[in-house]
């Protein structure tokens, strides 16, 4: 029913950037936020930005400034400009989308990509 599909991510050195994007597809009336998390091996999932329908976001501490979330709502499809990357940051990266769609709300994943920071 519904689709996320990620890209962008890739392998980079320290203080690099990279760009995610995350397309939405399917029947999809209405998105109440968007989200990015992201897991490294041997650790649980944790969210890293999200973005409302409202425009309203939130960070964790540990990207704070060095991360920002942005939305094109027009085409369902949220970004990640990550700068100043350090290799903590190294983890695959989900986004996540909390839709309204023919059965109703209901909250979805992509499939992941991967943010590898190394020298």
């Known amino acids: 029913q519904v689709q996320l599909v990620e890209s962008g991510g890739g392998l980079v050195q320290p203080g690099g950037s990279l760009r995610l994007s995350c397309a939405a597809s399917?029947?999809?009336?209405?998105?109440?936020?968007m989200a990015w998390y992201r897991q490294a091996p041997g650790k649980q999932r944790e969210l890293v930005a999200i973005?409302?329908?409202?425009?309203?976001?939130n960070y964790a501490d540990s990207v704070k400034g060095r991360f920002t979330i942005s939305r094109d709502n027009a085409k369902n499809t949220v970004y990640l400009q990550m700068n100043s990357l350090k290799p903590e940051d190294t983890a695959v990266y989900y986004c996540?989308?909390?839709?309204?769609?023919?059965?109703?709300?209901?909250?979805?994943w992509g499939q992941g990509t991967q943010v590898t920071v190394s020298s």
């Open positions: 996540n989308a909390d839709v309204i769609g023919l059965l109703g709300r209901g909250d979805y």
């Open positions: 973005i409302t329908s409202g425009g309203s976001t």
């Open positions: 399917g029947s999809i009336f209405g998105i109440y936020a």
